[in-house]
Protein backbone atom coordinates (compact mmCIF):
# COMPACT_ATOMS: atom_id res chain seq x y z
CA UNK A 1 0.00 0.00 0.00
CA UNK A 2 2.77 2.24 0.95
CA UNK A 3 4.94 1.58 -2.14
CA UNK A 4 1.53 2.40 -4.41
CA UNK A 5 0.87 5.42 -2.57
CA UNK A 6 4.15 6.72 -3.76
CA UNK A 7 4.82 5.91 -6.96
CA UNK A 8 1.01 7.43 -7.55
CA UNK A 9 2.10 10.11 -5.91
CA UNK A 10 6.19 10.73 -6.25
CA UNK A 11 5.81 12.51 -9.96
CA UNK A 12 3.09 14.86 -8.20
CA UNK A 13 4.99 15.78 -5.52
CA UNK A 14 8.40 16.45 -7.12
CA UNK A 15 6.50 18.73 -9.21
CA UNK A 16 5.24 20.52 -6.68
CA UNK A 17 8.67 20.79 -4.85
CA UNK A 18 10.27 21.64 -7.88
CA UNK A 19 7.99 24.57 -8.96
CA UNK A 20 8.34 25.66 -5.48
CA UNK A 21 12.56 25.48 -6.08
CA UNK A 22 11.93 27.42 -9.40
CA UNK A 23 9.70 29.99 -7.69
CA UNK A 24 12.03 30.93 -4.91
CA UNK A 25 15.05 30.81 -7.58
CA UNK A 26 13.56 33.76 -10.10
CA UNK A 27 12.70 35.79 -7.21
CA UNK A 28 15.91 35.50 -5.60
CA UNK A 29 17.55 36.09 -9.29
CA UNK A 30 15.48 39.02 -9.85
CA UNK A 31 16.25 40.39 -6.23
CA UNK A 32 20.02 40.17 -7.28
CA UNK A 33 19.08 41.91 -10.53
CA UNK A 34 17.56 44.75 -9.33
CA UNK A 35 20.26 45.13 -6.30
CA UNK A 36 23.10 45.34 -8.99
CA UNK A 37 20.75 47.61 -11.43
CA UNK A 38 20.17 49.79 -7.89
CA UNK A 39 23.74 49.88 -6.89
CA UNK A 40 24.73 50.50 -10.77
CA UNK A 41 22.34 53.82 -11.14
CA UNK A 42 24.06 54.91 -7.79
CA UNK A 43 27.08 54.25 -9.20
CA UNK A 44 26.14 55.81 -12.32
CA UNK A 45 25.02 58.86 -10.14
CA UNK A 46 27.80 59.49 -8.26
CA UNK A 47 30.43 59.77 -11.07
CA UNK A 48 28.29 61.75 -13.56
CA UNK A 49 28.32 64.22 -10.43
CA UNK A 50 31.82 63.98 -9.94
CA UNK A 51 32.42 63.99 -13.60
CA UNK A 52 30.22 66.99 -13.99
CA UNK A 53 32.38 68.88 -10.83
CA UNK A 54 35.41 68.03 -12.20
CA UNK A 55 34.66 69.57 -15.75
CA UNK A 56 33.19 72.64 -14.09
CA UNK A 57 36.57 73.11 -11.96
CA UNK A 58 38.67 72.62 -15.41
CA UNK A 59 36.91 74.97 -17.44
CA UNK A 60 35.88 77.20 -15.08
CA UNK A 61 32.05 77.34 -15.52
CA UNK A 62 31.78 79.44 -12.00
CA UNK A 63 27.80 79.16 -12.21
CA UNK A 64 28.38 75.39 -10.88
CA UNK A 65 31.36 75.98 -8.34
CA UNK A 66 29.12 78.05 -5.60
CA UNK A 67 28.41 75.14 -3.81
CA UNK A 68 31.35 73.04 -4.36
CA UNK A 69 33.39 75.67 -3.00
CA UNK A 70 31.05 76.03 0.29
CA UNK A 71 31.20 72.47 0.90
CA UNK A 72 35.19 72.57 0.82
CA UNK A 73 35.08 75.16 3.13
CA UNK A 74 32.64 73.92 5.31
CA UNK A 75 34.60 70.02 5.25
CA UNK A 76 37.83 72.21 6.42
CA UNK A 77 39.26 70.62 9.54
CA UNK A 78 40.09 74.30 11.20
CA UNK A 79 39.87 75.05 15.07
CA UNK A 80 36.36 76.47 15.96
CA UNK A 81 34.84 75.08 12.77
CA UNK A 82 30.78 74.52 13.56
CA UNK A 83 31.41 78.65 14.90
CA UNK A 84 32.19 79.38 11.09
CA UNK A 85 29.78 79.56 8.47
CA UNK A 86 30.63 80.69 4.90
CA UNK A 87 29.03 81.59 1.40
CA UNK A 88 30.49 81.88 -1.43
CA UNK A 89 29.13 83.99 -5.09
CA UNK A 90 30.89 83.41 -8.29
CA UNK A 91 31.15 85.92 -11.15
CA UNK A 92 33.28 85.56 -14.07
CA UNK A 93 37.25 84.30 -12.76
CA UNK A 94 36.67 85.64 -9.75
CA UNK A 95 34.94 84.17 -6.08
CA UNK A 96 33.49 86.63 -3.40
CA UNK A 97 33.59 84.57 0.15
CA UNK A 98 32.14 85.80 2.78
CA UNK A 99 33.27 84.35 6.54
CA UNK A 100 31.25 84.51 9.82
CA UNK A 101 33.71 84.08 12.38
CA UNK A 102 33.64 82.65 16.20
CA UNK A 103 33.12 85.15 18.80
CA UNK A 104 36.38 85.96 20.67
CA UNK A 105 34.93 84.92 23.48
CA UNK A 106 35.08 81.19 22.51
CA UNK A 107 38.46 81.31 22.89
CA UNK A 108 41.01 79.81 25.29
CA UNK A 109 41.19 82.68 27.90
CA UNK A 110 43.58 80.06 30.46
CA UNK A 111 47.32 79.32 29.46
CA UNK A 112 49.17 76.76 30.98
CA UNK A 113 52.80 78.25 31.90
CA UNK A 114 56.00 76.38 33.36
CA UNK A 115 57.09 77.35 36.65
CA UNK A 116 61.09 77.24 37.85
CA UNK A 117 60.45 74.03 40.28
CA UNK A 118 59.24 72.56 37.15
CA UNK A 119 55.55 72.22 37.82
CA UNK A 120 53.18 74.09 35.62
CA UNK A 121 49.84 76.16 36.62
CA UNK A 122 46.97 77.53 34.68
CA UNK A 123 47.00 81.42 34.87
CA UNK A 124 44.63 83.76 32.99
CA UNK A 125 45.63 85.28 29.08
CA UNK A 126 46.29 88.71 29.29
CA UNK A 127 43.91 91.20 27.16
CA UNK A 128 46.87 91.54 24.91
CA UNK A 129 47.66 88.25 24.52
CA UNK A 130 44.25 87.26 23.88
CA UNK A 131 43.71 90.22 20.87
CA UNK A 132 47.03 88.92 19.50
CA UNK A 133 45.48 85.34 18.86
CA UNK A 134 42.45 86.36 17.72
CA UNK A 135 44.12 88.35 15.03
CA UNK A 136 46.69 85.67 14.17
CA UNK A 137 43.51 83.17 14.17
CA UNK A 138 41.22 85.85 11.85
CA UNK A 139 44.31 86.30 9.44
CA UNK A 140 45.25 82.69 9.31
CA UNK A 141 41.61 81.43 8.33
CA UNK A 142 41.54 84.10 5.76
CA UNK A 143 44.71 82.92 3.89
CA UNK A 144 43.25 79.54 4.41
CA UNK A 145 40.24 80.04 2.59
CA UNK A 146 41.62 81.90 -0.04
CA UNK A 147 44.48 79.12 -0.71
CA UNK A 148 41.67 76.15 -0.87
CA UNK A 149 39.62 78.36 -2.99
CA UNK A 150 41.82 79.28 -5.90
CA UNK A 151 42.58 74.47 -6.10
CA UNK A 152 39.22 74.58 -6.69
CA UNK A 153 39.48 75.90 -10.57
CA UNK A 154 42.47 76.76 -12.67
CA UNK A 155 40.16 79.56 -14.08
CA UNK A 156 39.58 81.43 -10.78
CA UNK A 157 41.88 84.71 -11.03
CA UNK A 158 40.98 86.58 -8.07
CA UNK A 159 39.33 86.08 -4.57
CA UNK A 160 38.19 88.44 -2.82
CA UNK A 161 37.75 87.14 1.53
CA UNK A 162 35.43 89.36 3.77
CA UNK A 163 35.56 88.17 7.08
CA UNK A 164 32.61 89.82 9.86
CA UNK A 165 32.04 88.76 14.01
CA UNK A 166 30.02 89.07 16.82
CA UNK A 167 31.10 91.62 19.10
CA UNK A 168 29.73 94.15 21.27
CA UNK A 169 29.95 97.64 20.79
CA UNK A 170 30.51 100.77 23.72
CA UNK A 171 26.58 100.30 24.52
CA UNK A 172 26.92 97.11 24.93
CA UNK A 173 25.01 96.04 22.13
CA UNK A 174 25.98 92.68 20.08
CA UNK A 175 26.63 93.79 16.50
CA UNK A 176 27.69 92.04 13.50
CA UNK A 177 30.50 94.18 12.14
CA UNK A 178 33.24 93.46 9.21
CA UNK A 179 36.48 93.44 10.20
CA UNK A 180 38.61 92.60 6.98
CA UNK A 181 38.33 92.23 3.29
CA UNK A 182 41.16 91.43 0.86
CA UNK A 183 41.05 90.80 -2.66
CA UNK A 184 44.07 88.32 -3.75
CA UNK A 185 45.57 87.41 -6.83
CA UNK A 186 46.35 84.21 -7.53
CA UNK A 187 50.04 84.45 -8.75
CA UNK A 188 50.78 87.07 -5.87
CA UNK A 189 49.24 84.61 -3.25
CA UNK A 190 50.96 81.58 -4.72
CA UNK A 191 54.71 83.78 -4.44
CA UNK A 192 53.63 83.93 -0.82
CA UNK A 193 53.05 80.70 0.10
CA UNK A 194 56.06 79.47 -2.05
CA UNK A 195 57.79 81.96 0.25
CA UNK A 196 56.70 81.24 3.43
CA UNK A 197 54.71 84.83 4.17
CA UNK A 198 53.22 84.93 7.29
CA UNK A 199 49.14 85.27 7.10
CA UNK A 200 48.63 88.41 8.40
CA UNK A 201 51.67 89.76 6.55
CA UNK A 202 49.98 88.68 3.14
CA UNK A 203 46.23 89.53 4.03
CA UNK A 204 47.69 93.47 4.50
CA UNK A 205 49.80 93.32 1.60
CA UNK A 206 47.23 92.98 -0.59
CA UNK A 207 44.24 95.18 -1.77
CA UNK A 208 42.36 95.57 1.77
CA UNK A 209 39.96 96.90 3.93
CA UNK A 210 41.10 96.41 7.46
CA UNK A 211 41.26 99.34 10.50
CA UNK A 212 43.59 97.60 13.06
CA UNK A 213 45.28 99.37 15.61
CA UNK A 214 49.20 98.07 17.10
CA UNK A 215 47.42 96.74 20.06
CA UNK A 216 45.10 93.81 17.41
CA UNK A 217 41.99 96.31 17.72
CA UNK A 218 39.86 95.47 14.90
CA UNK A 219 37.58 98.80 14.22
CA UNK A 220 34.64 98.28 11.64
CA UNK A 221 34.85 98.42 8.26
CA UNK A 222 33.18 98.37 4.34
CA UNK A 223 33.93 94.96 2.92
CA UNK A 224 34.87 95.18 -0.74
CA UNK A 225 31.78 94.10 -2.66
CA UNK A 226 32.04 93.72 -6.43
CA UNK A 227 34.86 92.92 -8.90
Known amino acids: MKDAYVKEHIVEKYQQKYDEWESQRRAFEE ?47 IPLRKHISCKARCSTNAVLIDVQLPPAGLF ?4 LVSL ?33 VFDVSPAIEQIAVSAHAVRENKAGEEVDEYIYSGRFLRDSLCSAIVEGADPEDLCLSVDNQCNMTKT ?12
Open 31 to 77: GEAKQERLQNEAYEKVYTEKRDILVARLEGKMELLSGEIERILTESS
Open 108 to 111: PSEE
Open 116 to 148: KNGTTKTKPKTQKRMREEYACYMFSLVSYFAAK
Open 216 to 227: KVFKAIQPIGVF
